[in-house]
């Protein structure tokens, strides 16, 4: 059974630091895309980071304009994990923030929620002044 999985999100205050997981499981290919998006309330799911692979020694990352600088997307040394650590937190960071992974498309940048078949349950997290 394939699953994504999130985990570590929380409340933290303006300036605070947390860390989220992601491990998908279950996959017998490695997902050589995997990224963060979130989605604050009434608001469309938006990207936040990706980490691709291309080949097996070429390596990606990419992240949205409102987090450069802040957030920092990293694989983990097991197959299919990512992590995203998150500094310098602000009140508008708070969402609901999903993992996905997929098989990178040729060609695709891998920002979009449309280059995604597999995602988790998303966990919150909340900045507070």
């Known amino acids: 059974q394939v699953q994504v999985a999130e985990s570590g999100g929380g409340s933290v205050q303006v300036g605070g630091s947390l860390r989220l997981s992601c491990a998908a499981s279950?996959?017998?290919?490695?997902?050589?895309?995997m990224a963060w998006f979130r989605q604050a309330p009434g608001k469309e799911r938006e990207f936040v980071a990706v980490s691709t692979w291309i080949g097996e020694n070429t390596h990606f990352t990419a992240y949205g304009d409102a987090v450069k600088g802040r957030f920092t997307i990293s694989r983990g040394a097991a197959k299919n994990t990512v992590s995203l650590q998150m500094n310098s937190l602000k009140p508008e960071d708070t969402a609901v923030y999903y993992c996905?992974?997929?098989?990178?498309?040729?060609?695709?940048?891998?920002?979009?929620?449309?280059?995604?078949?597999?995602w988790g349950q998303g966990t919150q997290v909340t900045v507070s002044s």
């Open positions: 279950g996959f017998t290919h490695h997902m050589t895309a």
């Open positions: 996905a992974a997929d098989v990178a498309a040729p060609g695709a940048t891998m920002k979009r929620v449309s280059n995604y078949d597999y």
